[in-house]
């Protein structure tokens, strides 16, 4: 008895196994999907670098690339066919098209090279201004049309960089990519620490911040001087100090291309690299001592010679500044700029003379002190008309005819 229902045991057991075992066949097979059921239909667009995906039976797995376009007016088509968002659309869409435009604009170049100036440079930069000034018009436009707004801000994804990244080569000068990439990273780190000090310190910065500033500024010199040759470092040295000239001393006084890497050779060997054109730098980083200042110009004025050297003076006096400007405001000939300014001059002559002479009493230095003011004054107004002649006293640097000068 106990034998039969042993037996009896083992073969419902078999059984239950193959029973379970074709079951779970049954089960598996019943996972196969019996149709495919589309959930969309979007037509796609050729994206350069994307895969084509031809129109056809869409399943259930969804790629981005279904959506997304080339032709913007698809693409936002197909964001809204999708049920996204309107504010998401918006942001979408401004970010592709801030980038598609912002390497539009990076691609134009200065087209000229990097040591012509004067106006050969002025030119080529409106120039260049006004092409990436029509590509943020085209941008604002095409926003317009697609999504009602018009506004081209700072891009998120770092896209804006590509200008100054498009900038930074033509300044830095031709150097193999893995070099210019390590120069690129150095300069990069001072900014980031330079910005970030400042932040903190609300753009008052402690001797030790100005200390510390100067020093990383050193070892960001160190680590480019060695990513390059002496040739090229003598290349940099000299690019940056040129930057500097042409924002400061030498805006206003013409040199030709060569006369310029020159006197950046000098200016370079005397004060050091300037980094200055990083805008990001603490822009008294290095202070032009009066010594430096005096060796400057003894070695600039062997460069030019005297008269050229008596140009750049005038080009950068103050004075001579105001008056320029206000004669370009008034639309006024420049020959008036430089005989006020020559007038100035003989004025300033006569009264250090005045000044010296130990002859006259206090009574009779002051007569002939406002006497030369008053027929100088009389001088300069009858040059620029009454109505401009009061707006050099009053805005343009006039002070000196009417000062007291006995002091």
């Known amino acids: 008895m106990k034998l039969v229902l042993a037996v009896s045991l083992v ?10 075992h074709n079951w779970q066949k049954q089960s598996h097979a019943v996972e196969k999907p019996v149709a495919i059921a589309p959930i969309i239909q979007i ?13 056809g039976i ?8 279904m959506i997304e376009s080339s032709n913007y007016e698809n693409y936002v088509r ?26 539009k604009c990076a691609a134009v170049p200065l087209a000229v090279t990097f040591w012509s100036c004067g106006p050969e440079r002025h030119a080529a930069g409106r120039h260049r201004d006004e092409k990436q ?30 200008i100054k990244n498009a900038f930074f080569r033509f300044f830095v000068g031709p150097l193999p990519e893995p070099v210019f990439e390590q120069v690129n990273l150095a300069l990069e780190k001072i900014i980031s620490s330079t910005s970030e000090m400042q932040d903190r310190s609300k753009g008052i910065l402690l001797p030790s911040e100005r200390q510390s500033l100067l020093d990383m500024r050193e070892q960001c010199l160190a680590s480019v001087r060695q990513q390059l040759s002496s040739a090229q470092y003598d290349e940099f040295t000299r690019r940056f100090a040129a930057a500097r000239l042409l924002d400061h001393e030498l805006n206003d006084f013409h040199v030709s291309a060569g006369e310029l ?9 005397i004060f050091g690299v300037s980094l200055d054109v990083l805008e990001s730098f603490d822009n008294h980083d290095k202070e032009q001592t ?9 070695r600039l ?13 005038r080009e950068n006096d103050l004075d001579f500044k105001n008056v320029k400007a206000l004669t370009e405001q008034q639309s006024l000939a420049p020959e008036i700029a430089l005989k006020i300014y020559e007038i100035k001059s003989l004025f300033d002559s006569q009264c250090r003379l005045l000044h010296q002479d130990v002859a006259l009493s206090p009574s009779e230095l002051s007569d002939q002190l406002r006497q030369t003011q008053d027929s100088t004054r009389s001088a300069i107004e009858q040059l620029l008309g009454g109505k401009t002649f009061g707006l050099y006293l009053s805005q343009h640097g006039g002070g000196w005819l009417t000062n007291d000068l006995r002091q």
Request: hydrophobic content about 45%; proline content about 3%.
């Open 290 to 298: 009066a010594a430096q200042k005096e060796i400057f110009d003894k």
């Open 58 to 65: 869409v399943t259930n797995h969804f790629h981005w690339k």
């Open 261 to 269: 890497r020159a006197i950046a050779g000098i200016y370079a060997g």
């Open 11 to 20: 073969l419902n057991v078999a059984l239950a196994a193959v029973v379970g």
């Open 133 to 162: 000034r029509e590509i943020k018009a085209e941008a604002q436009a095409l926003l317009r049309q697609l999504i009602g707004v018009d506004f081209i801000g700072e891009s998120e994804d770092g896209s804006d960089d590509l």
């Open 301 to 313: 004025h062997e460069f030019l010679g005297a008269a050229r050297f008596a140009d750049y003076q």
């Open 43 to 55: 037509r796609n667009e050729y994206r350069p670098g994307s895969t084509v995906i031809e129109p």
């Open 78 to 103: 197909n964001l809204r066919a999708v049920g996204c968002p309107e504010k998401t659309v918006h942001d979408i869409i401004l970010a592709e098209i801030q980038k598609t435009y912002a390497v």
